[in-house]
């Protein structure tokens, strides 16, 4: 009877030492490196909120940084980490006691079931390490046409975050944690930037150029393709004032560009005056380029030169047949320009004329042609003939009063010297005629220029 008492106290003991537990924790049971054996649910939560409190001492290249896991997106699962955890105190009741006994000799190391957040990541991106104080040497390729790193010192890093994540997994305690992540290397700020800029630079020599140069009433249309724009542009850059520049050399521009392509242009106006003012209209195409603007083609005017001072008389007229160009002067002031065409049989006269008659309609007797708003300036003796200005000769009367020009052979570009005009001497488009026909009076004053 009284052995039979015994078991049954026994029996009944170790029943109600199995129902604790599966309240607390086994004995040597280990979140990371803290022990948490014997403790309750309440105990073990408390605990792991004490983990992500606790600072670690994160060592990178010899230079410690403490930072809390919880300020660097760090969490735990609890309910998932809580499941790991009391997962032995589920067995059953002989299986309970086996396991718990073990325990006390055994150690029974869980990882927590940490989340890391979005926080953790841009952590681990926004977060450099630079270890070099030279800055990188940036140099220029004038013949690619790029700027580049020429002496590449600056290095910089951020924390690997599989490495990191790894390691606050294995050596998360409420005891002092030092880890040593590994570091990924990140382009410098400098390569980036340059890479942007080159990439800008390239829209630059993307297409070509569309060139209207206006002097006067004539236009000329000049193409500049991209590898001419890529030779006459220099690169520079300020290692002091970290500045990029895109400039014209004006040199290239005039030799290469204008002499060849704008030959026609460069002969009858001042050269070096073309090239600075194209210069300047290319320059800011570049710049419209460079900031992502649709920008293909440029129109500049060149400056007119006349010759006289507008004090030859109170009105006059000046002739410029270099430039095939007609100047209308009134009380000191230039007041209106026109293109003009001269006759390549008979030259015209250089000097000081004025204007001896005017016509509505005149009459060639060596062309045989009608010529519209006649104004004679000279008498040529040998040819027995008045030079004169007037518009475009038309092959009869009719022609002249219906309006239809009828030119005895195709003309070069307007304005050109030696047209075939079918008439003598200075010749003008039909509006143009008129309105130096309403300028003009008997008397007024005509400077011819060679």
């Known amino acids: 009877m009284h052995l039979r008492l015994v078991l049954i106290i026994s029996v009944l003991s170790l029943y109600l030492a199995s129902l604790g537990l599966t309240q607390i924790t086994y004995p040597n049971t280990y979140i990371g490196q ?28 010899e230079n410690t940084y403490n930072y809390k896991p919880q300020n660097i997106g760090v969490s735990i699962d609890k309910k998932t980490t809580l499941q790991k955890i009391y997962a032995p105190n589920s067995f059953s009741f002989g299986k309970n006691i086996t396991t718990f006994i073990s325990s006390i000799f055994t150690a029974r190391k869980i990882d927590p079931d940490l989340v890391f957040t979005k926080d953790f990541f841009l952590f681990t991106e926004n977060i450099s390490f630079d270890f070099v ?10 013949i690619g046409k790029s700027f580049i790193i020429e002496e590449e010192n600056e290095k910089k890093f951020v924390i690997d975050p599989d490495s990191l994540r790894t390691l606050i997994t294995q050596h998360i305690s409420d005891k002092e944690i030092k880890i040593e992540p590994l570091l990924s290397e990140i382009p410098s700020t400098k390569a980036v930037l340059l890479a942007q800029y080159n990439k800008k630079i390239d829209q630059v020599f993307s ?17 500049i393709n991209p590898s001419e724009i ?40 001042d050269a070096t005056l073309s090239a600075k003012t194209i210069k300047e209209a290319l320059v800011n195409l570049i710049n419209n380029r460079l900031v992502g603007k649709s920008a293909n083609s440029i129109e500049t005017k060149i400056e007119e030169k006349y010759k006289s001072d507008g004090k030859l008389a109170e009105k006059y007229i000046e002739v410029d047949l270099l430039q095939q160009k007609m100047y209308l002067f009134k009380e000191g002031l230039m ?33 045989q042609r009608w010529m519209p708003y006649w104004m004679s300036y000279t008498y040529n003796k040998s040819l027995n003939a008045y030079f004169g200005i007037h518009e475009t000769p038309y092959k009869n009367g009719s022609d002249a009063l219906s309006g239809t020009p009828v030119l005895s052979a195709t003309p070069k570009v307007t ?17 143009s005629a008129q309105e130096v026909y309403l300028f003009a009076e008997k008397g007024t004053k005509v400077v011819i220029y060679e």
């Not at 004032?241 to 392509?261: A, C, H, P, V, Y």
């Open 415 to 431: 304005g050109a010297p030696e047209t075939p005009v079918d008439g003598t001497s200075i010749a003008l488009d039909k509006q």
């Open 133 to 142: 104080t030279k800055p990188d040497s940036i140099g220029v390729d004038n």
């Open 207 to 223: 297409e070509p150029v569309n060139l209207r140069i206006t002097t006067g009433a004539s236009l000329a249309r000049i193409i």
């Open 230 to 269: 890529r030779d006459i542009v220099n690169l520079g850059y300020d290692q002091y004032s970290n500045q990029f520049t895109l400039g014209i050399d004006e040199k290239k521009l005039k030799d290469r560009i204008l002499l060849n392509k704008v030959s026609y242009v460069m002969k009858n106006t």
């Open 335 to 367: 007041v209106k320009s026109y293109a003009i065409t001269t006759n390549w049989d008979y030259p015209v006269p250089i000097g000081t004329f004025e204007i001896l008659n005017k016509l509505d309609i005149g009459y060639s007797a060596i062309y």
């Open 34 to 61: 803290t022990n948490i054996g014997y403790m309750n649910k309440t105990q073990v939560e408390k605990t792991l909120d004490k983990l992500l409190a606790k600072e670690m001492q994160i060592t990178i290249r």
